[in-house]
C-alpha cells in the first residue's frame, strides 16, 4: 500500500513540474525507486510522508525535495522545499513548493523556475493548474540570455516580463497579458497581449515579424508576413508590402514536401508606375499591373529518374531592382525544365530552356531552346586500360522573330592513359565529333533571309605527357610538373553559316589552356593542331604553407580564320597565362592569375583576390583588369576594385567596410558599405549602411541604412531606412 501510494505521488509531481518542451509520458511500468531519511504511513489519517533529502528516480528522471506527502482522504499531493527536477532532455526544474488537489488536474506550483537545455531561463511566482491542461502562472519571465559570470546580479540582455502568462496544452499556446520586453532591465516595448505556439509546435499559423523601412526606390515600406500552416507537409505564407511611394505589394509563397521531393511557388504583383526605356530618355507609364514569378520543384521518381523545375519570370526590366523584396538575380532569369536519369556510367537529360534579359542594353528575341537532349555514356576499361565514350546532343531552339535552328551532335571517343616506371605520366583521347544544323531565317551579308543546312566533322588526337619532381629539403617539400599536350585536329570547323546560340563566353586562363576544346559549348569548336606546354610548381611545409602556380602557352601550326572571333586563338602563338596562389599563413591568402601579351609581356588581363590579416583585423579584396577586345563577348575593356575591411572586434562585435568602384575612364563609384553587428547566445544586431551609384529606367542612386534585431525563440524585426 505504502509502495503504491508513493508510486502515484512521484506521477503526480512530476507531472506538473514537467515543461511542455520535455513533456515525456510517464510510465507506471517503469520501476521506482525512492531514498529518504524517514517514511511515516498514517492508515487512520490515510497519509503518506517522506521526510529529509527525499529522492525518487524513475528512468531518467530524478525528483528531489525535502518533503513529499500524498493525504488520501483529501486526495492531496504536496511537495516542499528545495524542489528540483532533472529531465531526460537536460532540463532542470526548481520550485519551493506543490500542491494538487481533484484527481491531480488542478494543483499551486510556488516560485518555480526552470533551467531549459539550450540554459534558457524561465521564472514565475506562483503557477496554478486547471483541468489538467492549463497552467496559469503570475509575474513570470523568460529569457534566453546567460547570466554575467561576473557578476550574477547584473540585468539580463533582454527579457520578457508578463504579468500573467498562461499555457494552454491542448492549444499548444502561451499567452501574455501586459508583457514588457526588457533590455538591461529598462522596458524599451510593451504589449497588453501576446501570444505564441509553445516549443511542443513546429510550425503554427499566425503573424510573422514584420520588416519596415524608409528611404529607397518606393520612399518606404512596412510588410507584414502571415503564415499559414497547411499541415506537416505544405504551408503557404501572404506577405502584404504597403508601399510610401507605389502602394500596395502584395507577394505569397506556397511550400510543399512530398515523400520523394518538393514543391514551392512564390510570386508577387502590384499597380504601380513604370519607367520604360534607358535611363537617359525613360517613358512614364502609370497604372502598370507589375510583378514576379518563381516556382521551384523536384522530383524523385525511382533511383534513376528525376525531375527538377526552375521557373523565373518578372513583368519588366526593372521591376526586381526597384522592389528590392526578393531573392532572384537582376540581370538574367534563366528558366529550366528537365528530366534526367542516371545509372552506372550512363547519364542522360531532356531539358527546356528559356530567358529574360534584365539588363540596360537587353537583347531583343531571346530563344526558347525546346528540347535539349543530351546522352554521355563512359564504358568499363579494357584489357589494355583504356575506355570508350560517347557524347551525344539533339537541340531545338526558335524565336518569335529571328531565325530558328536544330542542332545534332555526336562525339565518340577512345581514352587511354598510362604511368611509367620513370614517374612519366601519359594519356591519350581521340575524338571525333559530328554536327549537323538546320537553320531558318539565315539572315545574309546582303540583308536577305534564307534557309539553309551546314555541317562539320571533327576529328581530334590529343596526347599529353605530364613528368612531376619532387625534391624534399628540410621540412620543405618542392614540386615541378612540366606538362605537354598535343593536339592534331583540322583547320576550317566553324563555317559561318552556324550561328553561335550559345554566346560562348571565351577568354583563355590558366583554367582551360590545357582542355582539348577552349570552348564551354558546341556550337563554336576549338578546331586546327596546337601544342600547349607549361609547368606547374609548388612549395610545401609544414612552417611555410604552400605556395603553388602554373605558367603555360600554346603554339598553332597554321593559322585557322574560321577562329577570328577571338583573337586569343588565331594567332600562332597565344598569349602567356599562368596563376600564383600563394597562402604562407593562415592570415595570407593571395590568389593571382594573368594573361601577358605574347610579343611584349604587357599586361592583357588580371585578377587579383587576397585576404591578409586575423579575424580581429582582415583586409581583403579583389581585382581584375581586361584589356579591350580580349575576349568574345566584351568589346571595352574593364576594371574594377573591390576593397573589404573587417574586424572581429571582440567575442561578440564585429564591424567591416567596403567598397566597389569601376577604374575605367567613364566609370566611378559602384557601392560604398559599412556593417556593425553584435552577436551573443541570445541576441543578434546589425547595422548596415550602404551607397548604391546604380542608375536605370525607374532606378536611382540611393542611400540605404539597414536595422536588424534577432531575439533567439522569439524571430527578428528588420528595419531599412534611406
Known amino acids: 500500500m505504502v509502495r503504491v501510494v508513493i508510486i502515484a505521488t512521484l506521477f503526480a509531481v512530476m507531472g506538473l513540474l514537467q515543461s511542455a518542451a520535455a513533456r515525456e509520458q510517464l510510465s507506471s511500468e517503469l520501476p521506482v525507486l525512492m531514498l529518504a531519511d524517514e517514511i511515516n504511513y498514517d492508515e487512520e489519517l490515510g497519509t503518506v510522508v517522506a521526510k529529509g533529502k527525499v529522492e525518487i528516480v524513475q528512468g531518467e528522471r530524478t525528483l528531489l525535495a525535502d518533503t513529499v506527502s500524498y493525504n488520501q482522504k483529501t486526495d492531496t499531493v504536496s511537495a516542499s522545499g528545495n524542489i528540483v527536477l532533472h529531465e531526460p532532455s537536460g532540463e532542470v526544474i526548481f520550485a519551493e513548493y506543490v500542491e494538487l488537489t481533484e484527481e491531480l488536474k488542478n494543483g499551486v506550483i510556488e516560485r518555480i523556475r526552470v533551467l531549459l537545455e539550450d540554459e534558457s531561463r524561465f521564472a514565475a511566482n506562483s503557477a496554478v493548474r486547471r483541468d489538467g491542461n492549463k497552467t496559469r502562472m503570475k509575474r513570470a519571465v523568460y529569457s534566453p540570455c546567460r547570466l554575467c559570470e561576473e557578476n550574477p546580479e547584473a540585468p539580463l540582455l533582454w527579457q520578457l516580463k508578463a504579468e500573467r502568462v498562461e499555457h494552454d496544452q491542448e492549444d499548444r499556446e502561451i499567452r501574455y497579458k501586459d508583457v514588457f520586453l526588457e533590455m538591461w532591465g529598462v522596458p524599451v516595448a510593451y504589449a497588453p497581449y501576446l501570444a505564441h505556439p ?63 521531393g518538393e514543391f514551392a511557388i512564390a510570386g508577387s504583383i502590384t499597380e504601380a508606375q513604370r519607367n520604360e526605356g534607358d535611363p537617359n530618355n525613360a517613358i512614364v507609364r502609370d497604372d502598370r499591373v507589375r510583378g514576379h514569378l518563381a516556382i521551384n520543384g523536384e522530383y524523385h521518381f525511382d533511383e534513376t529518374w528525376r525531375a527538377r523545375v526552375d521557373v523565373s519570370r518578372a513583368s519588366d526590366r526593372t521591376y526586381l ?292 590579416g586575423p579575424s580581429a583585423f582582415k583586409l581583403s579584396g579583389e581585382y581584375f583588369f581586361i584589356e579591350e577586345g580580349t575576349t568574345t563577348t566584351i568589346g571595352e575593356g574593364r576594371e574594377e576594385l573591390s576593397i573589404a575591411l573587417g574586424s572581429q572586434i571582440t567575442e561578440y562585435w564585429s564591424a567591416s567596410i567596403s567598397t566597389r568602384r569601376d577604374l575605367s575612364s567613364d566609370g566611378g563609384s559602384l557601392l560604398h558599405s559599412l556593417r556593425a553587428q553584435y552577436s551573443d547566445e541570445c541576441f543578434t544586431f546589425e547595422t548596415v549602411a550602404q551607397r548604391s551609384f546604380t542608375r536605370d529606367a525607374d532606378i536611382q542612386p540611393e542611400s540605404r541604412l539597414f536595422f536588424r534585431f534577432i531575439f533567439k525563440h522569439l524571430g527578428q524585426v528588420e528595419s531599412n531606412a534611406g
Open 198 to 260: 509553445d516549443p511542443t509546435v513546429d510550425r503554427k499559423t499566425g503573424f510573422l515579424a514584420p520588416s519596415f523601412g524608409t528611404g529607397g526606390n518606393v520612399g518606404g515600406f512596412i510588410s507584414t508576413p502571415y503564415f499559414i500552416t497547411m499541415g506537416d507537409d505544405k504551408d503557404a505564407t501572404i506577405t502584404p508590402i504597403f508601399t510610401k511611394d507605389e502602394g500596395l505589394v502584395l507577394s505569397g509563397e506556397y511550400r510543399q514536401h512530398f515523400k520523394d
Open 321 to 612: 531592382r526597384k522592389f528590392d523584396f526578393f531573392e532572384l538575380d537582376r540581370n538574367t532569369l534563366r528558366s529550366n525544365v528537365v528530366a534526367e536519369g542516371f545509372r552506372g556510367r550512363n547519364y542522360i537529360s531532356a531539358n527546356a530552356f528559356w530567358f529574360q534579359d534584365l539588363r540596360t542594353d537587353e537583347r531583343d528575341e531571346q530563344p526558347i531552346v525546346i528540347p535539349m537532349l543530351d546522352f554521355n555514356h563512359m564504358g568499363e576499361a579494357d584489357r589494355l586500360g583504356g575506355r570508350w565514350q560517347l557524347d551525344a546532343n539533339l537541340r531545338t531552339l526558335f524565336r518569335h522573330d529571328g531565325s530558328d535552328s536544330q542542332r545534332i551532335s555526336l562525339a565518340p571517343g577512345y581514352t587511354i592513359g598510362r604511368t611509367w616506371d620513370t614517374g612519366l605520366v601519359t594519356s591519350a583521347t581521340a575524338t571525333v565529333q559530328a554536327d549537323g544544323y538546320w537553320i531558318r531565317d539565315i539572315t545574309r551579308s546582303d540583308g536577305t533571309n534564307d534557309d539553309t543546312f551546314d555541317g562539320r566533322v571533327l576529328p581530334r588526337l590529343a596526347i599529353d605527357a605530364r613528368f612531376p619532381f619532387v625534391r624534399h629539403s628540410g621540412d620543405l617539400k618542392q614540386v615541378v610538373e612540366p606538362i605537354v599536350l598535343g593536339i592534331i585536329a583540322p583547320n576550317g570547323s566553324n563555317p559561318s553559316d552556324i550561328p553561335d546560340e550559345e554566346d560562348t563566353v571565351f577568354e583563355l586562363d590558366d583554367t582551360n589552356l590545357l582542355s582539348h576544346d577552349r570552348f564551354a559549348g558546341l556550337d563554336s569548336v576549338d578546331s586546327g593542331s596546337r601544342i600547349v606546354y607549361g609547368a606547374k610548381f609548388g612549395l610545401y611545409g609544414p612552417q611555410f604553407g604552400a605556395i603553388t602556380g602554373f605558367f603555360g602557352q600554346s603554339y598553332r601550326f597554321s593559322k585557322d580564320r574560321d577562329l577570328a572571333v577571338s583573337k586569343l586563338l588565331e594567332a600562332d602563338f597565344t598569349d602567356y597565362v599562368g596563376r600564383v596562389d600563394i597562402k604562407p599563413h593562415d592570415y595570407v591568402d593571395i590568389l593571382y592569375r594573368f594573361r601577358f601579351a605574347e610579343s611584349n609581356f604587357s599586361n592583357s588581363s588580371s585578377a587579383v583576390g587576397f585576404s591578409v
